[in-house]
C-alpha cells in the first residue's frame, strides 16, 4: 500500500521569516556585536568622530554613543536592544553610554565562546547574573567617598567627561568650571537631606561665533526674545518681574457674536473702551511693581504702546519651559489672570537687558539671587563644534550631579575595570558548576574597555594590560592607561576621577542585555509590505537575512 503524504502544517502567515536555536543566536549576537564595534573607536581621549549624514544632507560629527546610535536609525531587533541600553545610560547618567555598548557586545562575544562549547545559554545567563551582583558588590567597595564642598574633585570629574570630546578640550578647564557651578546651583535637598537634581533647571543655550572660550555661565535665564516694542528700555536695573501666563489682550468672545455700529460716535466709544480695558491691563502691571514683564501669550499693540510709556521692558510668546524656568530663576510667581497679580507674585533679578548676537536679539535676565534656574551659553566656530561642545557639556553636568548624589567616585584610565576582572576571577574560583566558566568570561569581557582606550590611542593593547594586570597585582589598586604616553599611571593621582554610578549602571545595563539576548532561540520576523520580512536590514557591514525555517 502506497504510503500517504503528509500534508504541511502552516501556523504563521505567508511571507513570515523564522530563525530558531543557534543559528538565531548566532544573528543576535552579530548584530549587537556590530553595534558595539560601530561605536567602539570613539571611547576615550584618542576616540575617534563619528560623520553621519542623514536623508536630508543633514550633518552630525560626534563620538557621543547614544547620538550616533539614534542618528543612524538601526533596524535589526537584537541592535536595537543594544541602543537602549545607550538611552537607560544616558538617561540615568548623562554619560558613560559608549562604555556600556561596548561591554555589553564583549559580553556576548564572550558567550560565543562558551555556547560554541556546549554551555546552555541559560547557564551562562545565569553565570552572567551572579557576576554582575558580585561587580556591584565590588564597585561599591572599591569607590572612594565624595562631599559637595570638594569643587576641585568634582572639576576633576567634568574634566574626564570633556577630554573624550574632541572639541571641548581647547576650553576643558573652563567648561568643567562652569559644570560645577551650574550643578552647584540648582542642587536642592528633600527632607531627609537627599540631594535633588534636576537637568530641566540647567539651560544650555548654542550660539555661533567666538571660540569655545568664550562660553559664558549665565546666574541666570537667556531667552531668545526681544522687546516688542521700539520704545522700551534695552536694560533695566533691579528689575522686578511679573510672568503672566494670560494675554495683554482683548478676550475674543466664546460663541460667535456681532457688534452692530450705526454711528460714527459709538465707533469711537468703542475703540475708546477697549483702550481702557488695555490700559487698565497695564496698570494691574504697574501697581503690582513690576518692571519686566514676560508673558506666554500674546501683547496688543496698544498694549505694547502704554508698556513702552511706563518704561516697562515686555517679551511674549516666551516657551512654557523658559517661563517656569524664570520662576525658579528670579522667584516669580507665574500668573494666569491679571487682576490677580499683586506684589508677592514679583520676582527679582539684578539686571534684564536685551543683547544684539549676531543676527539675533537675546533677553538676558541676570544677577538672580540663589536662582535655581541657571543657563550655560556656549559658543563656538561652527554649528558642529557648537552642537559637540553641549553634548560634551552634557555628559560633564550628568556626572558632576551622578557624583553628588551617590557621594561615591572611582578612577578612570580603566583601572576600575581591570580590578573588577581580578576580584571577579578570584570569585569564580569559589563557584563549582558552568557558571564559573561564566563568571571568568565575564571578568575577561571587562577587559574591553582598558584594551580599547589602548587601541584608539595607537598603543599596544596586549603590552598595556600585561603592564596593567601587574600594576594590579601589586596592589595599585587605581593604576590605569596613560593614552597620551603608552604609561601605567595612578589615574587617581593623575585626577582621572568618574562617577561610580557610570560604573554600576553601565555593567548592571549591559549585562542585562546580554543576558536577554543569549535567551532568545527562536526569531519569527513579520511579513512587512514592500520591503523585507520584519525590517531586518539597516545593519552596519550589512546583516545576513535571517534563513527560513
Known sequence: ??????????????????????????????????????????LGPKGMDKMIVDSLGDITVTNDGVTILEEMQIEHPAAKMIVEIAKTQEKEVGDGTTTAVVIAGELLKQAEALLDQEIHPTVIARGY??????????????????????????????????????????????????????????????????????????????KVGGSVENSEFIEGVVLEKEAVHAGMPRCVHNAKIALLDAAIEIKDTEIDAKISITDPTQMTAFLAQEEKMLKGMVDRIVAAGASVVFCQKGIDDVAQHFLAKKGI?????????????????????IVSNIDDLSAKDIGNAGRVEEVKYGDEELTYVIDCKNPKSVTVLIKGGTEHVVDEVKRAMTDAIGDVAAALQSGKVVAGAGSPEIELARELRKFADSLSGREQFAVVAFASALEVIPRTL?????????????????????????????????KVVDSWKEGVIEPLKIKTQAVSSASEVAQMILRIDDVIAGSAKGGAPGGMGGMPGGMPPMGEY
Not at 576633576?156 to 572639541?167: E, N, V
Not at 512654557?320 to 516669580?332: I, W
Open 1 to 42: 500500500m502506497a504510503q500517504q503524504q503528509v500534508q504541511p502544517i502552516f501556523i504563521l502567515p505567508e511571507g513570515t521569516q523564522r530563525t530558531t536555536g543557534r543559528n538565531a543566536q548566532r544573528n543576535n549576537i552579530m548584530a549587537a556585536k556590530a553595534v558595539a564595534d560601530t561605536v567602539r573607536t570613539t
Open 129 to 206: 547574573r551572579i557576576a554582575t551582583e558580585k561587580a556591584q558588590e565590588l564597585l561599591n567597595a572599591m569607590a572612594e567617598p565624595l562631599t559637595e564642598n570638594e569643587d576641585e574633585k568634582l572639576k576633576l570629574i567634568a574634566m574626564t567627561a570633556l577630554a573624550s570630546k574632541g572639541a571641548a578640550q581647547v576650553a576643558k578647564d573652563k567648561l568643567s568650571r562652569i559644570a560645577v557651578s551650574a550643578v552647584k546651583h540648582v542642587l536642592d535637598k528633600d527632607e531627609h537631606g537627599k540631594l535633588l537634581f534636576d537637568r530641566e533647571n540647567i539651560k544650555l543655550e548654542k
Open 313 to 333: 521692558y515686555a517679551a511674549r510668546r516666551v516657551k512654557k519651559s523658559d517661563m517656569e524656568a524664570l520662576a525658579r530663576a528670579t522667584g516669580a510667581a
Open 454 to 486: 589602548a587601541e584608539n590611542a595607537g598603543l599596544d593593547p596586549i603590552d598595556v594590560l600585561t603592564e596593567l594586570k601587574a600594576a594590579h597585582d601589586r596592589k595599585q589598586k587605581w593604576a590605569g592607561v596613560d593614552v597620551n604616553t603608552g
